[in-house]
């Protein structure tokens, strides 16, 4: 199976929610809004995170640039 930039830098964990893309807010917006966010947003994206810390359930709130490399 084929990995993703994210998972491959470990920059996002399973469980991991994404916030917004871009400063635009995901809340309340379909998935297929986000993949188009993320396939438009030219070679930067920032995104923020909210990441579930086990045990406790509470949330880590981080912000992350990812800068796509164009293969030659």
Do not use: F, W
């Amino acid at each position: 199976m084929c990995s993703g930039l994210a998972e491959k830098t470990g920059a996002l964990h399973v469980g991991d929610r994404i916030l917004a893309i871009n400063s635009e807010s995901l809340e309340h917006r379909p998935l297929s809004d986000a993949i188009r966010l993320l396939q438009t947003s030219g070679d930067r994206v920032q995104l923020k995170i909210a990441r579930n810390i086990k045990p406790t359930g509470m949330y880590t709130y981080s912000s992350m640039l990812i800068i796509k490399l164009v293969a030659s």
